[in-house]
């Protein structure tokens, strides 16, 4: 039996649970604010977002203004930064599991 799906399907699938795992947490609105704790992957957009939430890099990002959080993926950081910024545009800041895209980094995100 072959349990392969297209990626549009996993992708769904993956924001589904992030919102799942956020509702069980008690974060029916799980914002950026509320859910920066447990956050792999925080990033600061130079323009506000103008969705709330997205798949972006392979992992489901929630938004509120600026700020962009998300569990960690199986990406490089830098890739998924970049998945990002083709998303919302430029990335003023991006950091992972508490470490900073340093700014070389940063501008090959930005696709600089």
């Known amino acids: ?17 992030t919102a799942a795992t ?17 956050a792999y992957y925080t990033a600061t957009l130079a323009n506000a977002a ?4 997205a798949v972006a890099g392979g992992v489901a990002w929630v938004c509120q203004g600026t700020t962009c959080v ?3 993926g199986s990406s490089r950081p830098s890739r998924v930064c970049r998945g990002l910024a083709r ?3 430029e ?3 991006f950091t992972a599991n ?3 895209l340093d700014e070389k ?3 090959r995100c930005n696709g600089n």
């Open 1 to 17: 039996m072959n349990l392969s799906f297209p990626r549009s399907t996993r992708l769904a699938a993956i924001a589904l649970a």
């Open 22 to 38: 956020g509702m069980a947490m008690g974060l029916s609105t799980a914002t950026p604010v509320a859910a920066q704790g447990g």
């Open 50 to 53: 103008d969705e709330n939430r």
């Open 70 to 72: 998300a569990n960690k």
């Open 87 to 89: 998303e919302f545009g």
């Open 91 to 93: 990335i003023t800041a």
């Open 98 to 100: 508490g470490e900073e």
């Open 105 to 107: 980094d940063l501008a």
